[in-house]
Structure formats: structure tokens, C-alpha cells
């Protein structure tokens, strides 16, 4: 049996959840502003596109106009542009040919990885102010999310990308 002082101590499930709210948004605004800040003269919805795109290869346009909250016409529009530059690809698909499946182009790759690099490179900075110990448990803190919520998002059909080097990617990416 455990003393009553240690138990009253220890952190509960609902302020883990709670400093959870509290932090991500602001760690994802950060990454976010990073990332689209390094977007190589695209617009916000071109380079969500990208992101959307690299994320799942051979979307079609209607998951992307939902991904955007924005019309068919609108990602049709969107899309165009994106191919013009020769950021990405426009093929229909064998099964049914009224589908478009979108994919990255080298360029468009290009694109996000330069962003990626940039946004890694950014928090480096700020990760850099940190102690050898608190980089330590901020990077076991990291694991331990990756292995509570990383099933959940297999589960439910919302993998997570990962690099060729088997890294988790999102809108973070490494060099």
C-alpha cells in the first residue's frame, strides 16, 4: 500500500489532459507559422495542398476541397496553379475515370522538404536553449505520445507519414 502523501502527489490522467490542451496549440501554432513562412511564394491553401498531398499520394480533388474547407472549383482552381508551377501531378485513376488522383511533383517535394529544413533548423534554436536534461525528457515525453496516440491514429485510419528514415512526419519533417 502506497503512503497517502505519494498517491495525493502524483499527476492525474486529467491534468496530463489539460497541460496537453494547454501546450500543443501553442507548439503547433509556432511549427505552423515556421513552416508557412517558408512557403516559397505560395498561397496558404497551395502549400496546404502540398502538405495534403505529400501526406496521402493520389488524393483525390474532393479530399483536398475538404481538407481546405474550400469548393471543387475553388481546389480545382488551386490545383491548377499548383500543376502550372509543376508542383504537382493530375492522373486519373484505372478504377474510375472520373476520379483525379493528385501527386507530388520532384518540385513540389522540393518545396516542402526546404520548408521542413527550415522549420527543423528554427526549432533547433529554440530546442538549443534547453539543458541536456530537459532536451532528455522532452524527447521521452515525445516517445511516450507517439506510442499513446500513434495507434489511435493508425486505428482510425489517420496514419501518420513517415520519411524514408522511418521518422514521423506531419508538418515537421527532418532534413
Partial sequence: MQPLHVTSN????????????????????????????NRRNLSVPQFRTLVRVSHHPGTPLSDVAEHLGASLPTTSRIVAG???K???????????RRRIALDLTTGGRAVLKAARAATQDRLEV????????????????????QQTFGDSAAASGKEINRDGNGHAGSSIGRK
Fill in 10 to 37: 502524483m499527476l492525474t490522467a486529467s491534468r496530463c489532459a489539460a497541460e496537453l490542451l494547454e501546450t500543443l496549440p501553442t507548439v503547433t501554432w509556432f511549427i505552423r507559422r515556421q513552416m508557412r513562412g
Fill in 82 to 84: 499548383l500543376v502550372k
Fill in 86 to 96: 509543376g508542383y504537382l501531378t493530375r492522373c486519373g485513376s484505372e478504377a474510375d
Fill in 126 to 145: 529554440e530546442l538549443g536553449r534547453l539543458s541536456d536534461p530537459q532536451r532528455n525528457t522532452l524527447l521521452k515525453a515525445m516517445a511516450i505520445l
